[in-house]
């Protein structure tokens, strides 16, 4: 499969947590396959109208954002060394996840101090630079309609995207923009996703995703961290 750009992401290994996320957004990224929502009651509007804006991109927590490869890279260059980064780094043992709401839309967050997980991507994002093509100027104007601040503008100068290094804030996303139903769908979704989460949370491979023509992103490897 040809893929138009590519990421790095944390994707839940198979098992609970993995089902449930690719179910509740409709997309299994591990997969590459639509999945059928899940029946929760009583949600202030339909799941598919819920995720219907992070649906494309699967279950996953950024760790560096989707890019063009640069002029001259390849895939498997990529791929590769993104293993050597993994065979270079230990696995982050965190507190865990918790649900929580991100101005208007909601996600899983980590529960207490990211700090080590947030030195991971920031690795990440230096070590594999060399392989991102610099953004268009459609794609910096898309990014400055966030009112972004200096240090964000600095940032996406640098690194193609505002919300690394120190603005890194870890998440996985699991909504659009609710505006006043974030609160109820939370309330909602919280008893189901609640018993899913592991605590610790231990981060313990990344994985080089893709995205198709179609806008849909698909895990292509998954690497353990061994260092």
């Not at 996840?97 to 997980?117: E, P, V």
């Amino acid at each position: 499969m040809q893929f138009r750009r590519y990421g790095i992401y944390y994707t839940p290994r198979p098992g609970a947590l993995a089902d449930f996320g690719a179910a509740w957004l409709g997309w299994d990224l591990a997969r590459g396959q639509v999945t059928a929502h899940p029946v929760i009651p009583h949600l202030p509007r339909p799941i598919a109208d819920i995720t219907a804006t992070p649906r494309k991109y699967g279950l996953h927590g950024t760790i560096k954002p989707p890019f063009f490869l640069a002029n001259g890279r390849r895939e498997d260059s990529l791929n590769d060394a993104l293993a050597a980064l993994c065979d270079a780094h230990a696995p982050v043992t965190l507190n865990g996840l918790k649900l929580s709401r991100i101005g208007s839309f909601i996600a899983l967050t980590i529960d207490g101090d990211q700090t080590r997980l947030a030195d991971l991507a920031g690795k990440a994002v230096r070590e594999l630079d060399a392989f991102r093509a610099p953004p268009s100027e459609s794609e910096l104007a898309r990014r400055r309609k966030s009112n972004l601040s200096p240090r964000q503008e600095e940032l996406l100068a640098q690194w193609g995207y505002p919300y690394v290094m120190d603005e890194f804030r870890f998440h996985i996303t699991l909504s659009g923009r609710l505006g006043n139903e974030a609160e109820a769908t939370m309330s909602t979704l919280l008893p189901h996703i609640t018993p899913l989460l592991p605590s610790p949370f231990i981060l313990d491979s990344l994985s080089l995703v893709g995205e198709d023509e179609d806008g849909l992103f698909h895990e292509i490897q998954r690497h353990t961290l061994t260092g």
